[in-house]
């Protein structure tokens, strides 16, 4: 237990702080904040922090169990009704418990929270049920997400001014509950469906199941009003003048989000002890290391929704308003660039993640290009986003190039390397996609004139999203290339000697 402990102290610490260094930088040189935003903002650091070692302390001891058991249980019943059923109710209740998105869905003031929580939950299961079909079925990965992207943008003709939101959604959706959950009913299926236990099959559930967010975002669109008629709010620090009025806010705040986050979390009870008692059978000890778990998820979401929504997302949302403010615009293209590399050096999943191509690669890809590659290439999305909003650029013009040419790698790019390559755009955009990036923009759309925040602000987690696929395919056409010299080199080696190889 120490040691988990110790690994998800410096996950926590890697993710947070970096981010509160920049705008306490910023705060001294370029955009000083009003009043107590500052210190409370770092407030709500502290409990972010400490939610997110609770939380992940609790998905692990928790969420992943109960992720592989129903995996191993469904693959072994060889029933495809169940399969498709229980598979469908459990990505519904494990996205209905991601915390990013109930911090997204609070930014979303034109969708009823409720709506969008449930309708992005329900695109999720559906997609869900399609990714592990594609596992039994062996379905080409780069097939299914060109079908998936090219029936979102088309239903999101439709509804234009909601793609964004929709991009969005996608990249957020897929946080630190459901990318370990689905990762582990994932697993379980591979596993045993392939004979020849085919690795690739481990990746591409979540890149798969993040298409169903965008389609689920852009047909509630339709139902609701046009996007210029939206707002948008954040709690002001105005009233705030002393101590005692801070922490009442972080208390108001943490019994709101408690409330919350129990609401979010009994249907997964309740769903999972229907499916231990018909199905699963755990012994008294895992099912009392799961209720621990559950109980460490309980914790962590309410410090983690508390220090998003009092203290963190209003700073950054403030942060924004300043910087949008800047006389010389054009100075917060670079600084966001060097937010974006941020960003992802912080992502301590994409560390996991970068190990992983190097073992796959046995170390022809250095650990040190590979992060400096992800770092530019993300850092280079957040300054187009940015650039986006200040020169009243439409998502289009960046979001269909970028995914043609992410999706044309998937036909000439490794299997390995496009499942990978996609599940890191899902990686790349975690808790500070959620709590910091989007709020920002926010912020920056909010105070320059003619900016529509649904349209403009909404879509930089998207495009951060875009980047790792076609980097990390890329990546694999050099290493495909680099192991066909290779061979190639052996064979030549080995007719100058006169043998076999």
């Keep these: 237990m120490r040691d988990v402990l110790t690994e998800k102290f410096t996950e926590s610490f890697l993710a947070v702080v970096p981010i509160g260094i920049i705008v306490t930088i910023l705060h001294f040189t ?5 009043g107590l935003t500052l210190p409370v903002m770092l407030a709500g650091m502290v409990l972010l922090f400490l939610g997110m070692v609770l939380f992940s302390i609790g998905v692990e001891i928790s969420m992943l169990p109960i992720g592989q058991h129903v995996g191993a249980t469904l693959i072994s019943s060889r029933s495809m009704p169940l399969i498709i059923g229980v598979l469908f109710v459990f990505g519904f209740v494990a996205t209905m418990a991601e915390p990013d998105l109930s911090v997204f869905a609070d930014q979303v003031a034109s969708i009823p929270k409720l709506s969008l929580l449930a309708g992005i939950s329900v695109g999720i299961g559906a997609f869900l049920v399609i990714a592990v079909l594609r596992v039994i079925f062996h379905w080409r990965l780069g097939h299914v997400l060109t079908i998936g992207y090219a ?5 999101a003709f439709f509804s234009r001014d909601y793609l964004a939101v929709a991009v969005d959604a996608s990249a957020i959706t897929t946080g630190p509950v459901t ?9 379980g299926f591979a596993a045993v469906s392939h004979e020849k236990g085919s690795e690739e099959d481990n990746f591409g559930i979540s890149a798969i199941c993040s298409v169903g967010a965008i389609i689920s975002v852009v047909i509630l669109s339709m139902f609701f009003g046009s996007s210029a008629e939206t707002s948008y709010g954040v709690q002001s620090f105005n009233e705030l003048g002393s101590v005692a009025d801070v922490v009442g806010m972080f208390t108001r705040s943490m019994g709101h989000s408690f409330l919350e986050v129990l609401n979010i979390l009994a249907p997964i009870l309740v769903v999972f002890l229907l499916f231990h008692f018909i199905k699963l059978r755990l012994s008294k000890r ?9 109980g460490y998820l309980l914790v962590g ?4 929704l508390a220090g998003v929504n009092s203290g963190f997302l209003p700073a950054a949302t403030m942060l924004g308003e300043e910087l949008g403010r800047l006389p010389t615009s054009w100075i917060l293209i670079p600084i966001s660039l060097v937010i974006g590399a941020c960003v992802v050096l912080a992502e301590p999943t994409v560390y996991v993640l970068v190990h992983r191509v190097r073992d796959i690669t046995s170390g022809t890809i ?5 992060l400096a590659a992800m770092a530019l290439g993300v850092g280079i999305a957040m300054s187009l986003s940015i650039m986006r909003i200040i020169y009243d650029i439409s998502i289009w013009w960046i979001l269909l190039p970028g995914y043609t040419l992410s999706l044309g790698l998937t036909f000439f790019a490794p299997g390995m390397f496009v499942g990978i390559g996609f599940d890191a755009g899902e990686v790349v955009t975690g808790a500070m996609s959620a709590a910091f990036v989007i709020p920002l923009a926010i912020g920056v759309a909010s105070v320059i004139p003619g900016r529509n925040i649904v349209e403009d602000a909404f879509g930089i987690a998207g495009v951060l999203t875009m980047i790792p696929p076609t980097i990390l395919q890329s990546v694999g056409l050099i290493y495909s290339h680099k192991l066909k010299r290779r061979k190639e080199s052996l064979a030549e080696r080995a007719e100058k000697e006169g043998r076999k190889v």
Excluded: H, N, Q
Excluded at 286 to 294: A, D, H, K
Excluded at 301 to 304: G, I, P, Q, S, V
Excluded at 366 to 370: D, E, F, M
């Design 30 to 34: 370029l955009t000083p904040l009003p």
């Design 151 to 155: 029936t979102a943008f088309i239903i």
């Design 179 to 187: 990318v370990p959950f689905l990762l582990a009913i994932g697993s």
């Design 286 to 294: 895992e099912l009392g290391r799961i209720f621990v778990g559950l």
């Design 301 to 304: 979401m309410t410090l983690f």
């Design 366 to 370: 250095p650990k040190a290009v590979l």
